[in-house]
């Protein structure tokens, strides 16, 4: 099953860099050859104060305040390691509202 890391690209998180952002993941992602992650742009998730934010689902994996040099973890990630528990920081009611929407297909 394929994988998805979604990465906000709307105004709020442009602002903090996640255009840049996406860009080096899809990078970074590719070097390793990670072929079932397929790293996307994402209209908004309804957190912008806390971008740049990216999701990683099916996982259910939210990512907030995210850095370049926060990137080897999630890449780390997305290749079988651990969740980034220190970019872990939305409440869950919203996460839970964001990936009810997922859930729905809606991307
Ligand atoms: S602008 Fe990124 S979550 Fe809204």
Known sequence: MNRFCLVCQNVD???????????ELQERVA?????DVEVRSYMCFGACQEG???????????YAGVK??????????????????RLDKIDPSLKELIYQLLDTGVF
Do not use: F, T
């Open 13 to 23: 998180c442009k602002s903090r860099g996640s255009e840049e952002l996406m860009k």
């Open 31 to 35: 070097a390793k050859g990670l072929d």
């Open 52 to 62: 740049p934010n990216m999701v990683v689902y099916p996982d259910k994996c939210w």
């Open 68 to 85: 370049i040099e926060d990137l080897d973890d999630v890449v780390a990630h997305l290749a079988g390691g651990p969740q980034v528990d």
